[in-house]
């Protein structure tokens, strides 16, 4: 299983370094267009094998896309990162040139690559992806779903006074500020729905913490997290190459899922070996049906503003 990661910056090493400790990889290959970065990173990675336990082949390249050939699995992560105070959608200018280039470079060395796409504003540039390369939509896979449904186990957690592996929850929508949808009517500690342990003022509250949950540590680090963004482009990697069969919700093209047709936004997916294999239809309660719509139409409006 060859796996290529695309950007060596905070994100694409951290990615690396997850799939690598993992362990199910044969090969990750780092590539970055800063002259030496991801050789470096990809060294550096490599001098932690022996301390973690791990036999995956980590290469670096400077731009070398022959170097990528027959991946399996490709990660976008290339592109900038927002500053405090900015938004997801004010990356598009400058990303989705990015996106596009690598996109299709990628799809020229390996044609039967499964692309994720973490660059943001994420569901716009998983929708440029499938503009530029026309790939079977059960083969582009845009990463954020994952991350915020990560998040808001943490914040219910955290609310709950409970340890998270008691915590199941999960987030649909578009991975935005705004565009979030966590389903707190669904969120359980241990089988039991969280709304018999907390108030609907605490869970409200949980709802909205996790929705800004990127900006919060944008303020905190001055740039955008890592650390969970790789560990949840990870588990989608390892669903994918070990068939895994999991349900994730991830950004996918939708045609007339949800009601929704012609967008890329998160809902509930199979994940396996051929990369989405269902999308879960699942009932909504009216609430949530607007909440999606609404969502829906903000990642339209920015969809609206690529060159596509
Ligand atoms: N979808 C998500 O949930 C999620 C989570 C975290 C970050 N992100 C996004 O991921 C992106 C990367 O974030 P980061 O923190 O790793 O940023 P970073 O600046 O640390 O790394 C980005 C890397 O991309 C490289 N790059 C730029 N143009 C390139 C090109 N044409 N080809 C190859 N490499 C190129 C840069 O040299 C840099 O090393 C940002 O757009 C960020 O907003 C998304
Ligand atoms: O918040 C960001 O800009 C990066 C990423 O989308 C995240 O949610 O951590």
Known sequence: MKITVVGAGAVGASCAEYIAIKD????????????????????????????????????????????????DIAVITSGIPRKPGMTREELIGINAGIVKSVAGELIKHSPDVILIV??????????????????????????????????????????????????????????????????????????????????EERLNQVMEDTKVGGAT????????????????????????????????????????????KDLCIGVPVVLGKNGIEKVVDIQLSDAEKSKLAESAEGVKKTNGLLDV
């Open 217 to 260: 540590l944008t303020k905190l680090l001055g740039t955008s997290a890592w650390y969970a963004p790789g560990a949840a482009v990870s588990g989608l990697v390892q669903a994918i190459a070990c068939d895994q069969k999991k349900i994730f919700p991830c950004s996918t093209l939708l045609d007339g899922e949800y009601g929704l």
């Open 24 to 71: 199910f990889a044969s090969e990750v290959v780092l590539l970055d267009i800063k002259e030496g970065f991801a050789e470096g990173k990809a060294m550096d990675l490599m001098q932690t094998a022996s301390l973690n336990g791990f036999d995956t082949k980590i290469t670096g390249t400077t731009g070398d896309y022959s170097k990528t050939a027959n991946s």
């Open 118 to 199: 973490v660059s943001n504003p994420m569901d716009t540039m998983t929708y440029l992806a499938h503009k530029v390369t026309g790939l079977p939509k059960h083969r582009i896979i845009g990463m954020g779903g994952a991350l915020d449904s990560a998040r808001f186990k943490y914040r219910l957690a955290e609310a709950l006074g409970a340890p998270i592996s008691d915590v199941d929850g999960m987030v649909i929508g578009g991975h935005s500020d705004k565009g979030m949808v966590p389903l707190t009517r669904l969120a359980t500690r241990n089988s039991v729905p969280v709304s018999e342990f907390i108030s």
